[in-house]
């Protein structure tokens, strides 16, 4: 859509350089993608500036160069996104919960210099997120969505689908706040140790009645707040669910009403009860239900900051 990366190598470098992997990305020669491309890299040099040691995990941005009418932005190579890691060594079952700990522990600190920064990435996902060649660092890259709070557009299709916080779909009035990439990431966490994806709706009306079933009912303040609250509920706080009908084909409307979640996060994440977990592991997994948890709050006020997200048993350990 936007732009392509390529790996390359540098020839010419000072010295020291030449020979050394880098990452190209190369954007659309086509004005609003430059001037987007522009943005990113104004939004890349605050980040690296608030993060002179680069130890905020952020992908860092070398330099910029013109090809052809092409913005060309450089980074740093990385090897591998966790979509294609969780492919590799965890399909359909995910990775190992200390290798979980270790990438959202990274994640967190990526986002506390968001916040504090006051930048919203606005596309955390699996494939969003690249690692070195060992798996062991991780860097949040691809800021082409990103954003400063205060100025962003209210649009419903913000943020790849899976990963789409409920105020986004509702439209929960101005401005977006933070806290819509702390749910991105506990969908992120959540495929990471399972290598599901946690709320795969085709489309937003279905991302919310999933979200429902794991979470429970919106407050009626969130609804009433909501530029789209009338589009999903109806005046006695009943969601119109909006489902194929299997033998006609079409869509019809159902009137669900969800008071007590029906998912269970516990469930889906606990093993069995004939498999024994030891304590320490039983702990761990434990902790990481609640972090999701928290990360999943529906009302966005109510979620974890990063800064409370570092703290946390799971991350602390």
Request: charged content about 35%; hydrophobic content about 40%; glycine content about 6%.
């Given at each position: 859509?936007?732009?392509?990366?390529?790996?390359?190598?540098?020839?010419?470098?000072?010295?020291?350089?030449?020979?050394?992997?880098?990452?190209?990305?190369?954007?659309?020669?086509?004005?609003?993608?430059?001037?987007?491309?522009?943005?990113?890299?104004?939004?890349?040099?605050?980040?690296?500036?608030?993060?002179?040691?680069?130890?905020?995990?952020?992908?860092?941005l070398e330099r910029t160069f013109e090809h052809r009418g092409h913005l060309c932005l450089v980074f740093e190579s990385m090897s591998m996104n966790l979509r294609d890691v969780v492919k590799r060594f965890g399909k359909d079952v995910g990775l190992n919960i200390r290798a979980v700990r270790a990438y959202a522990h990274q994640l967190f600190l990526a986002l506390g210099l968001l916040k504090k920064a006051n930048i919203m990435h606005a596309d955390i996902k699996p494939d969003n997120i690249l690692v070195n060649e060992q798996k062991t660092l991780l860097k949040l890259c691809d800021l082409g969505s990103a954003s400063d709070a205060s100025e962003n557009d209210i649009t419903p299709y913000l943020v790849s689908r899976f990963y789409r916080a409920p105020e986004i779909i509702l439209v929960l009035g101005v401005p977006y706040d933070p806290a819509l990439d702390i749910w991105s990431i506990g969908c992120t966490l959540f495929e990471l140790y399972t290598g599901k994806i946690l709320f795969p709706g085709r489309t937003n009306n279905q991302m919310l009645l999933l979200m429902m079933e794991l979470?429970?009912?919106?407050?009626?303040?969130?609804?009433?707040?909501?530029?789209?609250?009338?589009?999903?509920?109806?005046?006695?706080?009943?969601?119109?669910?909006?489902?194929?009908?299997?033998?006609?084909?079409?869509?019809?409307?159902?009137?669900?009403?969800?008071?007590?979640?029906?998912?269970?996060?516990?469930?889906?994440?606990?093993?069995?009860?004939?498999?024994?977990?030891?304590d320490d592991e039983n702990k761990l997994l434990v902790s990481f239900i609640d972090l999701l948890d928290k990360c999943l709050a529906l009302d966005p006020a109510r979620r974890i900051t990063p800064k409370e997200a570092l703290v946390h048993p799971f991350i602390r350990g």
């Open positions: 859509m936007f732009a392509n990366v390529v790996r390359a190598r540098v020839l010419l470098g000072e010295a020291g350089d030449a020979g050394r992997e880098v990452a190209i990305k190369i954007v659309r020669h086509q004005e609003s993608m430059y001037r987007a491309g522009l943005k990113e890299v104004q939004i890349l040099n605050k980040l690296k500036q608030a993060d002179p040691d680069d130890k905020k995990h952020i992908v860092r979470k429970g009912r919106f407050n009626s303040k969130m609804i009433k707040k909501a530029k789209f609250g009338d589009v999903y509920f109806d005046e006695m706080g009943s969601f119109d669910s909006v489902e194929r009908d299997r033998v006609t084909n079409t869509d019809v409307v159902r009137k669900v009403h969800i008071s007590k979640p029906t998912r269970d996060m516990r469930a889906r994440l606990m093993p069995p009860t004939s498999v024994k977990l030891k």
